[in-house]
C-alpha cells in the first residue's frame, strides 16, 4: 500500500490543522493505521493509532484530548485532528500502516509509510 500525508502548514499556538494520509489499494480496510512525528534531533515517536475498524483509536499521553484520529475506508484515508496546538507539536508527521487488527506505538511494526507533512507551530 501506498500512502501520500497533506494538511501540514504553519499555524499559532491554539489553531488546528487537519491532516490527511490517502492511502493506494483495494485492501485499506485491513490495515491499522498510525500517525508519528519526528521533530529535528529527536526520535520519532508514536502519536495516534486506528484500528482496520475504526472502532478502536489510540493516543500518545502528549496529545490525548486535543487530536482525534479517524478513518474513511470508503475514501481510503485517515485523517488527524489537531487541536489546540502547541509549539511543541512541531514536527514532521507521518502516516503508516500495518496488516493487524490494532495498532502499536512501536514504529518497527508498521510496514508501510508516507512521506509525511511538515506541521509548524509558533508561539
Known amino acids: 500500500v501506498q500512502l501520500q500525508a497533506s494538511g501540514g502548514g504553519l499555524v499559532q499556538a491554539g489553531g488546528s490543522l487537519r491532516l490527511s494520509c490517502a492511502a493506494s489499494?483495494?485492501?485499506?480496510?485491513?490495515?491499522?493505521l498510525g500517525w508519528f512525528r519526528q521533530a529535528p534531533g529527536k526520535e520519532r515517536e508514536f502519536v495516534a493509532g486506528?484500528?482496520?475498524?475504526?472502532?478502536?483509536?489510540y493516543y500518545a499521553y502528549s496529545v490525548k484530548g486535543r487530536f482525534t484520529i479517524s478513518r474513511d475506508n470508503a475514501k481510503n484515508t485517515v485523517y488527524l485532528q489537531m487541536n489546540s496546538l502547541k509549539p511543541e507539536d512541531t514536527a514532521v508527521y507521518l502516516c503508516a500502516a500495518r496488516r493487524a487488527a490494532i495498532p502499536v506505538t512501536s514504529s518497527e511494526a508498521y510496514d508501510y509509510w508516507g512521506q509525511g507533512t511538515l506541521v509548524t507551530v509558533s508561539s
Open positions: 489499494g483495494r485492501t485499506f480496510s485491513t490495515y491499522t
Open positions: 486506528i484500528s482496520w475498524s475504526g472502532g478502536s483509536t
